[in-house]
T-cell receptor, first 112, second 117 residues
């Protein structure tokens, strides 16, 4: 069983729409949580960390539900430039040296 | 500042040939990770190093794969002999630790797109 599961999509939404992605993680000892973004034929890059209390960065809101072991990412007022694959990432408690566990990603396409 | 540098960016080779992928991590970073990405399996961790020492190579598919990190500024991933199923994008990433623990932000290189025919 993979550490992180995501709906692969694709999600196709018009500009201005609100879209939400969820991911679930299997290990209750998961410690830290992130969303990475990967543009087509590019490398993954950190989008934002996910904190227990939830956090916002402009149009992006990330939330964590430890009891249900899921993480969400909400994008408001979608832009064409938001089209990418969004990777859910966790670390495990006691996992040293910065190892990350990646989901397979959710593909988003924003159309004009 | 230069990011993670990988070479070559593209490699096309015939089955049975040896392939060597190269990575230069960000200066000062002490952890280095090799990943493989395919449509079918997503992003898979192959091996990672800390302070040039291999920590976990359980993701290396088989003995045909080997990785080295002879110094803090250079790492190689070698496939010998290569097979068509090795075709994928191979990413190298690096991260830095602090006295308080590891940094979980990994900086990825642009990747090497490998095609084995």
């Amino acid at each position: 069983r993979k550490e992180v599961e995501q709906d692969p999509g694709p999600f196709n939404v018009p500009e201005g729409a609100t879209v939400a992605f969820n991911c679930t993680y299997s290990n209750s000892a998961s410690q830290s949580f992130f969303w990475y973004r990967q543009d087509c034929r590019k490398e993954p890059k950190l989008l934002m960390s996910v904190y227990s209390s939830g956090n916002e960065d402009g149009r992006f809101t990330a939330q964590l539900n430890r009891a249900s072991q899921y993480i969400s990412l909400l994008i408001r007022d979608s832009k064409l430039s938001d089209s990418a694959t969004y990777l859910c990432v966790v670390t495990l408690w006691g996992s040293t040296l910065g190892r990350l566990y990646f989901g397979r990603g959710t593909q988003l396409t924003v159309w004009p | 500042d230069a990011g993670v540098i990988q070479s070559p960016r593209h490699e096309v080779t015939e089955m049975g040939q040896e392939v060597t992928l190269r990575c230069k991590p960000i200066s000062g970073h002490n952890s280095l990770f090799w990943y493989r990405q395919t449509m079918m399996r997503g992003l898979e961790l192959l091996i990672y190093f800390n302070n040039n020492v291999p920590i976990d190579d359980s993701g290396m598919p088989e003995d045909r794969f080997s990785a080295k990190m002879p110094n803090a500024s250079f790492s190689t991933l070698k496939i010998q002999p290569s097979e068509p199923r090795d075709s994928a994008v191979y990413f190298c990433a690096s991260s830095s630790g602090t006295s308080g623990g590891p940094s979980y932000e990994q900086y990825f290189g642009p990747g090497t797109r490998l095609t084995v025919t």
